[in-house]
């Protein structure tokens, strides 16, 4: 039988179901889990073990009742420290908001508490989801559970190396620019970024409003379509969330077959400089696994791909230095206590608050917004956001999915990268994803002669969610890779 | 040299409506501080806001009124400044595209300082709406932030540089301000924060085109002080001009007590602002449909009704001016006038004794003892002769103390008016009988004399004989 804290969703629920497993012991199991190995992994920022505890016991009592919320009633998971969750801390990586604790639910979590799900840990990121390694985090940075001296990804990478580790039965993470894609392609699990308005942001701390997209981190593609559904709605609190129909898409994927599925092949993809040969061959060998089960490979034109960084970059940052504004001190979080008067309060606080990454951001989203500069940079950047909306729209009317790797390489050793703008351009194959507002999948295609395990993304158009669900699911189901876990 | 003053109104005006324009918190300031309070008017990381139609159809109706063009589509946007009554250190309103654009309030009557008017039009420039910031109060070291107030539906009504005078602006304002509590967008109470305005002055030579350098004026708590200000300022840069001294863009601060202004900012220091469109909310779109049936529910503006009352009422324009003043008055006078031969005697009735009777009791007309329906019955009363405009008088002063019609109070005292010749006639005769000096003067040509016998029958009556056949019956007598 599997060790419970390897368990996917639906195998807890199995068991939860057939009486070999309560919830109790679950939880307890997961604690004990992270008690072996977060000294190593330090994927978690804030465990309150007894409220678990409490509320598996509450789950447990639901279930011998006969009144369980689902099936999936007394299942933890982990929470990227950016989602409230009410009376937890939610630090966001970040020192500014130290002693901060959340007076509300995010809708997210909310809906996970309506089905019986048990938020268990918040998971360490970059600050304010800012980063591509967990390296900018106030608090720490996270191992890679395959390899613990290189990087679990980001900024989500508190969420995957969790998961990858056995820690969290699966996790929720954010995703702006590729933040859960990414760390899923580094830890070997599963991340989803749904389609921009699919899920609620309300009570995500925001680090771009018109990118950021809360998803899951999973160990297989069965968990990521329980979760997707779960969490996917309208929500009155969030005017941009959309309403779309829900689909059963776990119950989807039973059927799912390769047969005349039409997989877009981006030229530009494959032209990246910096793409690893290894990827390169797992992404090739993908496709040509596709193939072999009778899909078609269709060449597709993603002509703007090379623009998408840079507007990346500046959509991100504008939004971002109007989003972090709030973080002064006045009203919750850290103070600077020093501080005299109310510019030095401003100034102080936020010096002391914020790392590096942000504040760079912070600068460069300041300077694109300025008198004089706004339509240079930001309209500008508007206009080829639109263009690089129209690439997918059209590509699409050839495929009904595109494949494309995660990452240009493999998870890469802390302190490798020092560069920004080096860290940035990795973000290639993730990023347009979210300008376009397009969903996206990543699972694991392969492993590196090194061990490390490689991803391949699976994008489809809006709401298309389904279709990356069942082609992720076909290729699963003869992977080699499937069920794999990082031994620590 | 001769100058001209240009001047231009930023008016904010906070819409009543139920809950805050992008949360569901009640809309109450002047509650116990932070006690109307969410996650998202304290800006709350992970909130997001969510718009308020009914602010946005009352900022509609506020655009109808003053004739604006309203926007199909407009959209929000981010003004990004710091202070600690910004709960988000950003305000979102909306920055190039306004809900409304254009339009004009009529301005006529008289200013401030009581000069008559030349009655014109003052061009808008837009009207938008926002949201309103925290209420800072600073308490010695420290200072107080209520949230009750970051939220509230805020219209920003922005007059082109269209007023020459303090009076001018006065008279603007004073219309605005009728016109958006005529609408039910606000009762525009300016020591509540419910109306605040900010004025732009330059001035320049008369008969120049180009406009001067522009002067921001803040810190304006009445509209005695916005007239002040105006006239202190028209003044200053005058003075300076004369002087040859060079005049700045730059903000300044009136002080009410010194009746001066001083620098608050200049322009190097101005914000950028950093506006770009706010990526929480969608762009408002407003259909054809619902401006039809914004429009069809429109509540009429002052002015209209003002040009409606002297059409309809036949009431002056003087009167009609008087009675439109507050919309409750004018809502009084029009309830009153439907049921009466002559308007005019209940537009006369209205000021006459009842703003008098209010006037000294503090009392709002919505708490006049005498209701609309009851004025109107006394009115009748007097138009169908049972009682005479003297009779009514009284009978008005126990209106004011009693619930009862005006018809049961002359009924209960017996005032009804006498109009039976044989009854009037025989005083009369007793009058002519009794008074023989006054007799013989009038007999002699001395016209007038014919008065104070008229004055001895209505005595006789107990004032309650009809006047104009007691004047009829002696002439008869005596001719």
């Not at chain 1, 809006?462 to 990356?468: L, V």
Request: proline share 5%.
């Amino acid at each position: 039988m599997t060790d419970q804290c390897h368990m996917t969703i639906h195998e807890a629920a199995g068991h939860l179901k057939s009486g070999a497993a309560t919830s109790r012991q679950l939880c307890e199991r997961v604690l004990a889990r992270i008690a072996a190995v977060e000294a190593r992994v330090n994927a978690l920022s804030h465990l309150d073990k007894d409220t678990v505890l409490a509320a598996a016991d509450t789950a447990d009592r639901r279930r011998a009742a006969g009144q369980e919320l689902s099936p999936y009633d007394g299942i933890p998971l982990a929470i990227k420290d950016n989602m409230a969750v009410h009376g937890q801390p939610c630090a966001c990586g970040s020192r500014v908001l130290a002693g901060f604790t959340s007076p509300y639910n995010a809708t997210a979590v909310q809906k996970l508490l309506d089905r019986g799900f048990i938020p268990c840990g918040r998971t360490n990121m970059d600050e304010f989801a800012m980063g591509s390694s967990t390296e900018t985090s106030a608090f720490k940075t996270t191992a890679n559970p395959w390899d613990l001296t290189r990087v679990p990804g980001g900024s989500s990478g508190g969420s995957a190396a969790a998961v990858a580790a056995g820690e969290a039965i699966a996790a929720l993470g954010s995703d702006t620019g590729g933040s859960i894609r990414q760390p899923a392609s580094f830890c070997g699990v599963v991340g989803l970024k749904p389609t921009y308005g699919r899920v609620s942001r309300y009570g995500l701390v925001a680090y771009a409003s018109s990118l950021d997209q809360i998803g899951p981190l999973t160990k297989d593609v069965r968990d990521a379509a329980i979760l997707l559904e779960t969490l996917s709605g309208h929500d009155p609190m969030d005017s941009t969330s959309l309403n779309q129909p829900v689909e059963d898409y776990a119950a989807q994927l039973d059927t799912a077959s390769a047969r005349g599925l039409r997989i877009g092949m981006p030229r530009e993809f494959f032209d990246v400089t910096g793409l690893a040969p290894e990827v390169r061959q797992a992404i090739e060998d993908a496709a040509a696994t596709y193939q072999g089960m009778g899909a078609e490979l269709v060449p597709v034109d993603l002509p703007h791909t090379k623009y998408a960084v840079a507007t990346y970059y500046i959509i991100a940052t504008a939004e971002a230095s109007s989003n972090l504004a709030r973080f002064d001190g006045i009203r919750y979080g850290a103070r600077d206590q020093e501080a005299g008067d109310l510019l030095s309060t401003y100034r102080k606080t936020r010096e002391k608050g914020f790392g590096l990454e942000v504040k760079r951001r912070i600068i460069l989203g300041t300077y694109v917004l300025s008198s004089g500069y706004y339509d240079a940079y930001y309209n500008r950047a508007q206009k080829v956001r639109t263009l690089i909306r129209e690439d997918y729209t059209n590509a699409f009317t050839s495929c009904d999915v595109i494949l494309a790797p995660a990452s240009p390489f493999p998870a890469f050793k802390v302190g490798e990268i020092t560069d920004p703008l080096t860290m940035y351009l990795a973000d290639i194959y993730t990023i347009s994803v979210n300008l376009a507002g397009i969903c996206g999948i990543s699972i694991p295609c392969a492993l590196t002669r090194g061990g490390l395990p490689v991803g391949m993304q699976l994008l489809g158009p809006a709401f298309g969610e389904s279709a990356i669900l069942k082609a992720a699911r076909v290729f699963e189901q003869q992977s080699p890779l499937a069920g794999k876990m990082a031994e620590l | 040299m001769k100058y001209e003053a240009v001047i231009g109104l930023e008016v904010h005006v906070q819409v009543r409506t139920r809950t805050k324009v992008f949360c569901g918190c009640s809309n109450g300031a002047g509650d116990e501080p932070n006690t109307n309070v969410c996650p998202v008017c304290l800006g709350y990381p992970g909130s997001l806001p969510v718009m308020n139609a009914e602010a946005i159809r009352k900022t509609i109706i506020a655009g109808m009124t003053c004739g604006c063009a309203i926007a199909r589509y407009s959209k929000w946007d981010r003004k990004n400044y710091y202070y600690p009554d910004m709960p988000k250190n950003y305000q979102i309103s909306q920055y190039d595209l306004p809900i409304c654009e254009g339009g004009e309030i009529p301005i006529e009557g008289k200013g401030f300082s009581g000069k008559p008017l030349t009655p014109r039009n003052i061009k808008l420039t837009r009207i938008h709406l926002e949201e309103d910031v925290a209420k800072s109060t600073h308490l010695g070291k420290y200072s107080g932030i209520d949230y009750n107030r970051a939220g509230t539906p805020l219209m920003e009504i922005v007059s082109e540089p269209d007023m020459h005078t303090a009076d001018e602006a006065y008279a603007y304002l004073t219309a605005l301000k009728q016109a958006m509590q005529f609408a039910g967008i606000s009762d525009c109470d300016m020591e509540k924060g419910q109306l605040r305005c900010d004025v732009n002055i330059s001035v320049r030579p008369a008969g120049e085109t180009k406009l001067g350098t522009k002067i921001e004026l803040k810190n304006l708590n009445s509209f005695r002080a916005i007239h002040r200000s105006i006239d202190y300022e028209i003044d200053r840069q005058i003075d300076a001009c004369e002087a040859g001294e060079p005049l700045y863009q730059e903000t300044r601060r009136w002080d009410d007590d010194a009746g001066m202004t001083t620098v608050m900012r200049s322009k190097e220091n101005a914000h950028d602002y950093r506006y770009f469109p706010d990526p929480d909310l969608m762009p408002v779109t407003v259909t054809d449909d619902q401006l039809d049936t914004i429009r069809a529910d429109l509540p009429e503006c002052p002015w209209s009704r003002r040009d409606r009352f002297v059409e309809q009422f036949g009431i002056t324009p003087y009167d009609a001016d008087v009675l439109t003043a507050d919309k409750a008055l004018a809502d009084y006078f029009e309830a009153a006038a439907q049921g009466v031969k002559n308007a005019k005697t209940v537009a006369n009735w209205i000021q006459t004794e009842l703003l008098a009777v209010l006037g000294k009791e503090g009392k709002p007309i919505t708490e006049s003892p005498v209701s609309a329906g009851h004025l109107a019955d006394l009115v009748a009363l007097i138009e169908a002769d049972t009682i005479s405009g003297k009779i009514a008088k009284q009978v008005f002063a126990e209106m004011l103390i009693s619930d009862k019609s005006p018809k049961e109070i002359v009924k209960e005292k017996g005032m009804e008016q006498v109009t039976d010749t044989g009854a009037i006639e025989g005083m009369v005769a007793a009058v002519i009988a009794n008074n023989p000096k006054p007799v013989a003067d009038y007999q002699a040509g001395n016209a007038k004399a014919i008065q104070s016998l008229v004055g001895q029958v209505m005595k006789a009556s107990r004032g309650k004989a009809n006047p104009q056949m007691v004047v009829q019956l002696l002439k008869a007598a005596l001719d």
